[in-house]
Nanobody, 125 residues
Framework: QVQLVESGGGSVQAGGSLRLFCAAS????????VGWFRQAPGQERAFVAS????????YYADSMKGRLTISFDNAKITVTLQMNSLKPEDTAVYYC??????????????????WGQGTQITVSS
């Protein structure tokens, strides 16, 4: 059974930084794409960033490009999302998810088969 566990959420003031982590059992990420999404109250879940296991290739949502870095640890069993210059509109629940590697740049929730439970980020002004 695939389990994704997010951590690292919390509260921060505008302009601050947070680092999110997505951990999974060994080989969960192998040959797949790991993505981060976020969902604010009353809004749909939206793509944030993704990283492909095979090449470490990354892809970012335009709305947050330049403020994010997604990466694997050396063992490729944990994904880190570094978030800088946070804004109040970044407040949301952030989810980690896994999509099959056949998707080139999966940005839709339908592309992802496995999801974590989510972690809250609150950015105050």
């Amino acid at each position: 059974q695939v389990q994704l566990v997010e951590s690292g959420g919390g509260s921060v003031q505008a302009g601050g930084s947070l680092r999110l982590f997505c951990a999974a059992s060994r080989d969960t990420f192998r040959n797949n794409v790991v993505g981060w999404f976020r969902q604010a109250p009353g809004q749909e879940r939206a793509f944030v960033a993704s990283i492909r296991w095979s090449c470490g290739c990354t892809y970012y949502a335009d709305s947050m490009k330049g403020r994010l870095t997604i990466s694997f640890d050396n063992a490729k069993i944990t994904v880190t999302l570094q978030m800088n210059s946070l804004k109040p509109e970044d407040t949301a629940v952030y989810y980690c998810a896994v999509a099959p590697g056949r998707w080139l740049r999966p940005t839709g929730t339908v592309n992802y088969d496995y999801w974590g439970q989510g972690t809250q980020i609150t950015v105050s002004s």
